[in-house]
Each structure stands twice: as C-alpha cells, then as structure tokens.
C-alpha cells in the first residue's frame, strides 16, 4: 500500500471523484491557482481546468449559496472553507438552505454538496481561527458531519461524501495534514456513520473524533506502557449520522468511557453521546462517564497556553484514572 | 465640508472627491505642518517599518506563532490617515493591524510582547497579531474575520452620534473585504442613517494570493459607495501628503454633513499575505522590486523631506538608528516578559465573573475548568 499524507488522501479523493464524475467540481478561495491556501487541491488546476476547479472572492456567503443553487440543480459541488472559522459567515445557507432544502420540499429537492476545510486549534491562531464546529453543523437535522483523523479515512469518506446526496461538512485538521498513513492503491469508499475501533482494549472505553483520536491513542498506549491499563480507542470519524452500536457494543466491553473532544463541553457532541450511553447502557456503566474537552473559553493565542486549553495526554490520562 | 470643485479638477462623477496636486498641497492639515510635526510623521513610519522587520526576525525564529500579516510598505496609510484625526475620532482595522496600533500611539513593547503571546502583550497575550487593542487609544482592534469589522465601525460610528460627539470613525479593510457580504450591509445602513464612518479601503492590490480583477467586479472599488449614495475618492497611498488631504477632506465633509464616505489608497505591500505565504506564485518578484524602487511611502516622504531641508541625512540615520534600537528593545521586552498564568485562560470571559463582586446572573457559566 501506498504511504501518502493526509492532505494527498484528500487530493486523491477529490480528483478521483472528479474524474469518475463529471458534474463534481470544486470552489472556495485560493483554491486554483493557489492550489489551497494549505495545498490539498495542489494541481487540480492543471489537471481539470478552471470551468471546475474555480476560485472565489471572499464571498462565503456567496459561493456556498451558489454551490448550493447549484447542486439543487444536480450538480455535485465541493465547497472549500479556508478554514470552517469562516463558514461562520455562511452559516445560514448551510443551515437554512442546504440542511432544510429537502425537508421544506417535501422530498422534492435534494442538496448532493460537500462543504468542506480545516477546523481546528493548536496553531496559535487566536479565538476568531480556531473554531471546531462539528457540534453547530451536527445539530442540524439535513446535514451530514465527518471528522477523519487519518489518510485513510480521509480518503474513503471524502469520496463516500462526494457521492453522498445530502449535504455532508467535512471537518478536516491543519495539523493532521502532513500525517502521512497507508492507503490502497485502488478505489474504496467508507461508510458515513460507521466507527473505527483504531486501538482495542478492555479496560475503558475512549471515544473521539478529529485530531483527539490521535491525542487519546498517544495517551492509551502511556496508559498501556504506566499502569497496565488497555484502553479500546473508538474513532467515531462521522458525528452524523453517528455509529451507536459500536460505542454501545464496547461500553458493554468495558464498563466504562472517556469522551475526547478538540471542542468546547457545552452543547459539545459528546454530550449527545454521554446522553446515549447513559439511555442505552446505564446498566454496564461501572462508573461516571469521563469527558475530556478544550478548556471553556475562547480561544487563546498564547502558545504555551493553547496547549493547555487543549485535551492533551495528560489531560486525557488523569481522567481515565479517575474513572478506573 | 462642501466639496472643492475647482475647473482642472478631473472629478467624474458627481459622487467622486478628487482633489487637484495644489489642493493637496495647500490642504490645511499639510499647510499647518511644523518641520518637527513632518519628521514626527517621518519617524513614525520608520518605526512602523523597523517594528515589523524585527517582528519577521522573531517569527522566522519561532517566537511569534499562528498568523503574522505584516504592513511593510503600507506605512503611509495608517501614519497619513490617522494623524489627521482629532480627539474624539476612533479607528478600526483588520488583521493587518499593527500599523495601525503604533500610528495610534501604542508602544512597541506591548506590540511585540502581543506577538510573542505574552502576559504584557496588549491583549494580554490573549489575541496575538491579528487582535490588537487600545481602546483608550481609540483603536477598537484588529479583527480576523475579514470584512467583520466594517460593521463594527459603522456601529463605533453609530455611538459617537448617539451620543451627541463630532467624532468620526475609520473603518479599515483590504481590496478583497469589499467582497464580503456584511460590508455591503455595513454600507448601506451608514449611508441610510446618516452615521459618521469613513471605509478606508487599502488596496494593496492582493487579497492573498488573488489580484483585484480577479475578485473584484467593477472598478474602482471605493465607487460602489454610489450605489448606497455615498461620496467617495480614490488615491495614491503611497504619498502621505496625498492620504492626508484626502482623509482631511473626507473627515470636514463627514463631519460637516453626518454621512459616511469611503476612501480607497492605492499601495502595496512588499511580503507574502502572511507570515506562512510563500509569496512565490502570483507576482513576480520584479513587480516588487519596481515598487519598492519608484514608490516607496518612507523613502518617498524622505525625499520630500530632505528637498525641503527639513531632513538631513545625518538626522535620517539617527531616526532610523533609534527605530532599529527601539524595535530590538521590544523583542528583548518581549522575550523576557512572562507567559501569562494558566489561570488567565479562564479570565476575561464574562465582565461578571472578573467582577465577582457585582455579579448579576445566575446559574453555572463554566462547563469544564483548568484542573479537571
Ligand atoms: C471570512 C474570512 N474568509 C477568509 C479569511 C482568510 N483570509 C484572511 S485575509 C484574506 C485576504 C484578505 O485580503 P484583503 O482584504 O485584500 O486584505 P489584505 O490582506 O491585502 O490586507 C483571507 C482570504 C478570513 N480571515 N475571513
Ligand atoms: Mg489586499
């Protein structure tokens, strides 16, 4: 298997699902001959010309409202954020027209577009940069969120959201970009909605999306190496739809649960999942749900500082030992 | 301020401030230039200059993290605009704000310590280069979101009105801001309402990595204020004399009548967008070479300067000297002032929960903390 980064599993996605089909192409600022303000569409330009790989003005309000129009006309738009920070500006096309198109008419309108960027903290970029909102987007029923943590799951899902006919986010990492992972030379897709187990174990169960997935495997194996613990590390990699059984079937495992997050605790996701687990496992639960979040402010610039305000593996440790 | 049409103006329409080479000579905000007052606005923009060098050192040295926009070769917009402004006036900006904050009389330690993310910083560390601010000094911020502060400005404006003041507010933001939805908003309710702002627009030609005539339909930008039924002038921006005739003009005609103005300055701007931008693909480094060479705001104001005997090369050596010094002060402030606490992640939230003693909710506001 080829070993590729993760901003290349994004290309390859992108550009497969472009050559197989002709009415995908994707727009966003900086994204042509700039090839992406972070490269991911580097020499999409060259290779599929500028009736579809387009560059906007700063409009997001805009481009994503023209992206939508456009997939209500059967097109299949990729709408790139620079960074889901500024999708704050087209929040309402995302939410009251993409994610209500259908609804609104009766099934008579469907919205085949992926809205997707970089979401996340760790780069010292400030509160107004550094927004994760999977939560927001996830709360909107009509609307698909997935967070891939590795190349390989970037690739399979991207290319599963391309061709996915509802609105799906696609929440992607500045950091995990250069992550570099194994991904098949030949096509494959993964499922929306279906969990990954990256580490198996028995003791606790720590689920998390995005970069945290990273964060919590560094701290399963310190936990492993320190005090003998095997932590099972489930990467819930879709937010919606969301993969129940699997979170349920390891809590069933394990007795107990972690919940990671890069984002915010209030509202956060994983506060719809400690509501499931408690609805749907209360009777295996040997101890309180465990959660681990960014620390409840905006967020800060300071260097040293963000690296405490995010989930970190010391963070992720002591509350997995509170719970054991 | 009515306008001043003389018969060579070149004005093109009846919305359009144009002011002739003599008008802006003879402007009563350059006429009433003491020599000092002139090498003050030289030295200022020096400082702005060497300020941000040293910043690009310690960047590239990783002390300053995140986004770093530079302002080098834009000098003599923030000096120009802002030192024709009287008391009660107030400033906005975007991102590319450090201009701004030191032509606003903040001091190059609690800059650089900014950038440094340091408990001395402006913002306390909290913001870092896109988010300075004094208020006291009338600089309501530097902000991230592009376009985000257009309304803001309006609304600063909106204030100064309410309560009954002459000020007016400037409103900054780049070539490719005007492209943004709010500003368009922004517009329309300051020229509705009446509300003292003037949108400066700089249009350093870039907005990242895409030329005007690629994000922009229609041209100039600043004449879209014809739409909204507003006046508005485009410059040069390169000569400080120029920006502040113009911004002299525009600040008695909005004063004078309560109604908002935009502005546009041409200029340039000499590094990548940012500090991570590369800056390899979509200008030639002759074209900023060219510029640099026949249009530089400093070096241009400094051959004005030294034609009217009013700068020495001696004198021009010492400015540039204390700027260097002053500039390398600040690093070493920077570098030696502390982080701030872990605590101060949780401060300067909510203005009750740093106010305890005047609480006026109830209920639970923080949902996880620093020792969880
Ligand atoms: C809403 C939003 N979209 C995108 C960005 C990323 N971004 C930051 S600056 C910039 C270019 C702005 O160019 P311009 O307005 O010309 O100002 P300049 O940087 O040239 O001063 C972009 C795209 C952002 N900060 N906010
Ligand atoms: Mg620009």
Redo the contacts with the bound molecule.
Sequence with gaps: MAVITYREALNQAMSEEMDRDERVFIMG?EVAQYHGAYKVTQGMLERFGPKRVIDTP?S?TGFSGIGIGAAMMGLRPIVEF?TWS?SY?AFDQIINNAANMRYMSGGLINVPIVFRGAANGGVNVGATHSHTPENFYANAPGLKVICPATAYDAKGLMKAAIRDNDPVCVLENTILYNDKGEVPEEDYTIPLGKADIKRPGKDITIVAHGRAVITALQAAEELKAEHGIEAELIDLRSIRPLDEETILESVKKTNRVLLVEENKPFCGVDAQIAFIIQDKAFDHLDAPIGRVSAIDAPQIYSMPLEKIQLPNTDRIKRAALKIL | MTRKKTDSSPETSEYQLCLTEKQVVEAKVNKKLTSEEKIDLYRLMMRIRRFEERAVQSYQRGKIGGFC?TYIGQESVAVGTLSVLKKEDQAIS???DHGQGLALGMNMNECMAELYGKWTGCSKGKGGSMHYFAPEKRFWGGH????AQTPLGAGIAFALKYQGTQGVCLCY?????VN?GAYHEALNLAALWELPVIFII?N?Q???GTSQERSSAGNPLAKRAEGYGMRWAKAPGNDLATVRAYTGAALDYVRETSRPMILEFDTY?YRG?SMSDPDQTYRSKEEIAEYKKSSDPIDHYASILEKEKVLTAELKDTIDKEAKAEASDAADYAEESPFPPPEDIMKDIYWETDNPDHKTSEGTLFFNSLND
């Design positions: 600022e700063i997001e620079m500024f500006v | 926009h975007a991102y590319r991230g979101i592009v376009g933001l780049g070539d490719g801001a943004q700089e350093n870039y907005s990242m701007r967008h």
